[in-house]
């Protein structure tokens, strides 16, 4: 009796949390479109929103110069922070339970790291692949995440055979360095791009337009759906490779898909938003306290959350010393860094 009465009242738990998360995100998406310069009542949003994607007659009293800021600026530079802090979260929350740390995410892993080098080099050179045209920079994000992942794994084993997380952790962090020192290597050697660059490098989410969407809409697809459906997997590889090898799981396919689908969502984040640290750190970390390890409920939470916390941390960003808009990652950075220092020191049992 009494076991059935915590099963309810965690289930309980679980529910109200994906209640406030919900909430938390449809007040992050209205409050970012509606503020700024010129503000946009909610209902009108609303109602430009509904013309615009279901053909709704629109009001004749809604100023014109409202529709052309929510649609063309407001509501894409929205929607691409859900995007990009919906991946991040999710790719750390998948890092997390795979390597059963909660230090690990997609920058610690260097995975981070190695989208930015595809990125930068796509940037300084100009590239453009014949056939995939506009996609040519998150492929090779994704594709420079990839070997990065794999490289760190390699070398990891080479260190150590039983890869432990510790290793693999420190492992990223050496990674991540040596590829920060290579994309400080082509700043200096660049001319003209350095302006796009370093704008590029410091994280944001101006003025990128649908196009952008377009861009990561389907790699973030991909990856989640390749993640949910490893959920399961994810729960039992949280005990334990041998654990999970004992429960019949075929681990190292299952942690190949995963490591995989990880590295697309990051990849592609970066691509289109530049580096924004601490999300898929931060928020799978918060969210787990609360709603425990299962990840058939804690990865798409970390969607919610993570797409709504994004988009709160660019409203932060363009308003605070309006009208110069800070860098996105300098305000997740400013959030982050705290509780990076607060689980470390939790971790190690120096915190109360």
């Known amino acids: ?210 196009d952008y969407i377009t861009i990561i809409f389907p790699f973030f697809l991909i990856g989640v759906v390749v993640l949910f459906l490893n959920g399961k997997e994810l729960n039992g590889m949280s005990f334990g490779e041998e654990q999970a090898h004992h429960i019949g799981i075929s681990v190292q396919k299952r942690k190949l898909l995963i490591l995989i689908a990880g590295s697309i969502l990051t990849g592609a984040a970066v691509a289109v938003s530049g580096t924004i640290g601490f999300v898929g750190l931060v928020i799978p970390h918060f969210l787990r306290r609360i709603v425990g390890h299962d990840h058939r409920h804690l990865l798409p939470l970390s969607i919610i959350v993570g797409g709504g916390f994004l988009v709160v941390a660019d409203l932060i960003s363009r308003t605070i010393i309006a009208p110069t808009e800070l860098p996105i990652g300098v305000i997740t950075a400013l959030i982050g860094a705290p509780m990076f220092a607060y689980i470390l020191l939790k971790k190690r049992g120096l915190s109360s």
């Open 1 to 210: 009796m009494q076991s059935r009465s915590i099963r309810s009242y965690l289930q309980n738990k679980i529910w109200i949390t994906y209640g406030l998360a919900v909430t938390f995100l449809l007040f992050a998406l209205f409050t970012g479109i509606s503020i700024g310069t010129v503000s946009v009542p909610p209902m009108d949003i609303l109602f430009i929103v509904g013309a615009k994607w279901f053909g709704f007659p629109v009001p004749g009293e809604i100023d014109p110069m409202f529709a052309n800021i929510v649609y063309s600026i407001r509501l894409p530079r929205v929607l691409l922070a859900l995007l990009v802090g919906s991946s991040l979260a999710i790719a750390g929350a998948s890092f997390q339970g795979l390597l059963r740390n909660p230090l690990a995410d997609p920058y610690t892993l260097g995975v981070s790291s190695g989208a930015s080098v595809g990125a930068v080099i796509t940037l300084f050179f100009n590239w453009s692949i014949p056939f995939i045209g506009k996609f040519t920079l998150p492929f090779l994000s994704i594709l420079c995440s990839i070997i990065t992942v794999f490289l760190v794994l390699w070398f990891a084993q080479k260190v150590e055979r039983t890869m432990k997380v510790e290793t693999i952790i420190l492992t990223g962090i050496i990674f991540s360095s040596f590829l920060g020192s290579f994309i400080s290597l082509m700043i200096a050697l660049t001319g003209e791009e350095l302006r796009q660059i370093i704008g590029w490098l410091l994280g944001s989410v101006s003025m990128r337009g649908w």
